[in-house]
């Protein structure tokens, strides 16, 4: 495998010593910030693994149950209330010169009213879709913070994508380093006052304070000038309208699953079980962030200069599987004993469904590049079609499953449901080449004829 990485880099940088090798690699833009929003990405999965190996430790596994489907809930409320906005700024504000900090209020306002409206719809319908947490309706303290984190939740999507819009994904990975780390030892802190709502707590007060940093040191520094103030401009959401809303639509199906299942699992077979399904469910997501961050490079670069968007997808394919792969492997190998750090129960009820989870990285690799290079050349209609698909297959089959085979039965939709979207993708691109489409029409004839 290492032959294989030298060689890759030795095609896309030329002939030159290790050390020439990474730092040309580093050069490369697409490359760069791939590098940062993985280990972004990556950043807050891994503190994740260690704050829910806290809660483990520290918390009953009906509170961790509860906890992961309110932060859940929460996560859902973030994507309905960006409003596609976050694409929009990628897409719209490296050409927007003297109106980007009106660009960036502007989506910042607007993505924060909307998360109180929605955060407020959520809280008054929560005796129809999850009663389960009708407990964050029945304190007043623990509705204003749920309130308060969704809103925080939202805007750091924004801030994020205003940082890759601008290709310093560098300062995404700060805010995030900030928000993982300093929940580690709030969470400790809270265990011995609260129940399940320390957990939420430590989450959403971290997630507060690193989003006011960013706005007022890191945001600066990347958009000179810039000054956060609520700020509504008609024309610049006129002009990002379409782009943000159709990005909106295949953001929002896309992610469906991530966070309507713990809420599903939650009603269907309680909370101890969504303890162990969300925990495998974290961790075995945490391939996609590999794909995830490439395609958003992909879609930072392509935004920049077209011109090299079909290069830069076969370099991104390359990087992606390269990394994937071993990848892949190694945690279907020792999925049992890396769910052993949460406890024993943790490894016998979800270890089969992390190594399904895992496997499903694999079609999410193509799934992603294909939705990069989607954005960059605006068809979104094939994108919402693909994501609408997956939302309603994996939860539809999910709902039948779950009773049936228990959590392993979301992990089977799931994988289902990206498997079936990446062949589509493949056989897609091997039927639009003359030579293979020719092949494929002599052999549909001969079927017709022996028929």
Known sequence: MNSHLSKFIGDVVGTATSKERLKRLIAISLYRNAFYLAADYLALPATGFVFWMIAARFYHAEDVGLASATIAAMGLLAILSALGLNFGLIRF?????????????????????????????????????????????QNAIYLAAFLVF????????????????????????ARGLIFGLSRLPLAVLLAAFFHSFGIFASWGVCQAVSIAISALFFLPRIQPGYRPFPTISKSIL???AHFSFTNYLVNLFWSLPNFVLPIMVLN????????????AWSIGNLLGVIPLSISMSLFAEGSYDEQRLYADTWRSLKLTFLIIIPSVILIVIIADKLL????????????????????????????????????????????????????????????????????????????????????????SFLLRRPAVRERWRRFTACLRRAR
Not at 153 to 172: E, K
Not at 352 to 374: E, H, W
């Open 340 to 427: 052993l750090l949460f406890g024993s129960s943790y490894s016998h009820s979800g270890t089969t469904l992390l190594r399904i989870l895992t496997l499903s990285a694999l079609p999410i690799a193509i799934n992603y590049i294909y939705i990069g290079k989607k954005r960059v050349e605006k068809k979104m209609a094939v994108l919402i079609k693909l994501s609408v698909f997956i939302a309603i297959a994996t939860l539809t089959l999910s709902y039948l499953l779950l009773p049936r085979m228990g959590i392993d039965g979301a992990g089977v939709a799931w994988l289902g449901s990206q498997g079936v979207v990446a062949l589509w993708i493949v056989t």
């Open 93 to 137: 504000l490296p050409r927007s010169a003297k109106d980007a900090n009106y660009m960036v209020n502007t989506s910042l306002t607007m993505a924060g009213l909307a998360s109180i409206v929605s955060g407020g719809i959520f809280l008054a319908g929560l005796s129809s879709w999850s009663p389960t947490l009708i407990f964050l309706r």
């Open 238 to 240: 006129s002009e990002m």
């Open 150 to 173: 969704t809103v925080c939740s939202t805007l750091a999507t924004m801030v994020d994508s205003t940082c890759i819009a601008h290709r310093r994904a560098g300062f995404s990975l």
């Open 268 to 279: 269907i077979l309680g909370a101890e079980l969504n303890a162990y399904f969300y925990i």
